[in-house]
């Protein structure tokens, strides 16, 4: 590179004049390309699919990429609504690949150094939230979102701002996967034959006890004691985990005969095995929010974040969690104690009161797995 010069990604060519972001995606062609990057998190991949079926449903046309972690690629795969998944492998080999391309619009949705590099890599017509920290990036910016509304209706203001005309968010979108529905229904089979016996849908409610912090995890011994009851009213129960989380379900498990464990789930079986449950039951987390993807009635046990702007979405659902006047918190650790007094709180027979209003009788699966 000669003296003076810049790398390409930063050069002047790389960023447009400014433009009004106010009702932009109607002054876009109708066939455009839009790249949106939503980085992190496994819930916040889920709970983009409701704005983007509103946004979808009223441009068509557009061809939608996402950016995202690739560990939470499997969140929009199979996804009518978006056109290609682009996973986030490393860093300077998303930029190297993004350098090559052109968008319509570059939607940043997550706003962090890494994302506004992502962003300012592809050429194109770059939009970010007017309170991202390197705003000056963007050709023009959105309102900062509304921390006091749902994160689906927050994203979809973020939307309307640019256009879209819905009113509301639409449901979560997972679409079946019929092979790992198959795979799930093998395993199930093979663990725990007697579910088949009948002939009928198999009845069973999924229980992932685990939680990335601890001040969203409740105490393993609770979630044994809160099995043992939804069994003897007639469910079995069968206890997941994501990676590295093993541990956690074996000692549950230990304590809880009768259960079936299934590890080593990809995104998409552990969507299908929710998807022909009963029910979920579990802490805030991603799967959490898998579950509601896939429309399964969900009990959440609420610890240190919002859950007014995090609780499940579009179905049937409950909320067990104590007021705190330091709620919500980052999460991190407990600010206030040395331990996290929000979810220490829930009690089992706070849990088990919920979970006899949400899953009145062991009942029939919503739908047979296939």
Same mark, same amino acid.
């Given at each position: 590179m000669a003296a003076g010069e810049h790398p390409d990604w930063c050069s002047p060519a790389r960023f447009p004049p400014r433009v009004n972001t106010r009702d932009l995606l109607h002054r876009l062609p109708a066939t455009a390309r839009l790249l949106i990057i939503r980085l992190r998190s496994m819930g916040d991949c889920l709970?983009?699919?409701?704005?983007?079926?509103?946004?979808?449903?009223? *441009?068509?046309?557009?061809? %939608?990429?996402?950016?995202?972690?690739?560990?939470?690629a499997d969140c929009l795969g199979g996804n009518p609504d978006v056109a290609e998944v682009l996973a986030v492998r490393g860093k300077a080999s998303t930029i190297a690949s993004l350098l090559a391309r052109h968008f319509d619009l570059i939607l940043n949705l997550h706003g962090g150094p890494t994302s506004s590099l992502f962003a300012a890599s592809a050429r194109g017509t770059r939009v970010g939230g007017e309170h991202y920290q390197y705003r000056a990036l963007y050709s023009g910016t959105f309102p900062r979102p509304d921390p006091d509304r749902h994160t689906t209706v927050s994203t979809l203001d973020t939307f309307?701002?640019?256009?879209?005309?819905?009113?509301?968010?639409?449901?979560?979108?997972?679409?079946?996967?019929?092979?790992?529905?198959?795979?799930?229904?093998?395993?199930?089979?093979? =663990?725990?034959?007697?579910?088949?016996?009948?002939?009928?849908?198999?009845?069973?409610?999924? +229980?992932?006890?685990?939680?990335? +912090?601890?001040?969203?995890?409740?105490?393993?011994?609770? *979630?044994?004691?809160?099995? @043992?009851?939804?069994?003897?009213? @007639?469910?079995?129960?069968? =206890?997941?985990?994501?990676? @590295? &989380? &093993?541990?956690?379900?074996?000692? %549950?498990?230990?304590? +809880?005969?009768?259960?079936?464990?299934?590890?080593? =789930?990809? %995104?998409?079986? =552990?969507?299908?095995?929710?998807?022909?449950s009963s029910g979920y039951v579990g802490n805030d987390s991603g799967p959490m929010h898998l579950a509601t993807?896939?429309?399964?009635?969900?009990?959440a046990i609420w610890g240190s974040s919002s859950a007014v702007r995090w609780h499940p979405w579009g179905v049937d659902h409950r909320v067990v969690q104590n007021a705190f006047a330091c709620n919500p918190c980052p999460g991190y650790r407990c600010l206030v104690a040395d331990s996290p007094l929000c979810i220490e709180s829930v009690t089992v027979e706070q849990v088990q009161r919920a979970a006899g209003e949400l899953f009145r009788s062991a009942g029939t699966n919503r739908k047979l797995l296939q």
């Open positions: 709970l983009l699919t409701s704005p983007l079926r509103a946004l979808k449903e009223e *441009f068509p046309g557009f061809s %939608i990429s996402v950016l995202v972690d690739a560990r939470f309307r701002w640019l256009g879209v005309r819905a009113a509301s968010p639409p449901p979560l979108r997972f679409e079946h996967d019929p092979a790992a529905a198959h795979r799930i229904t093998d395993r199930l089979k093979s =663990l725990a034959p007697s579910l088949f016996e009948s002939g009928a849908a198999p009845r069973y409610l999924v +229980m992932h006890p685990a939680a990335l +912090m601890e001040t969203k995890r409740w105490a393993a011994e609770r *979630f044994v004691a809160l099995g @043992g009851w939804l069994q003897r009213q @007639g469910h079995v129960v069968v =206890l997941t985990c994501g990676p @590295g &989380e &093993e541990p956690l379900v074996a000692t %549950i498990a230990s304590a +809880m005969p009768g259960a079936v464990t299934m590890t080593g =789930l990809s %995104i998409p079986e =552990l969507a299908e095995l929710i998807r022909g993807a896939v429309g399964a009635p969900t009990l």
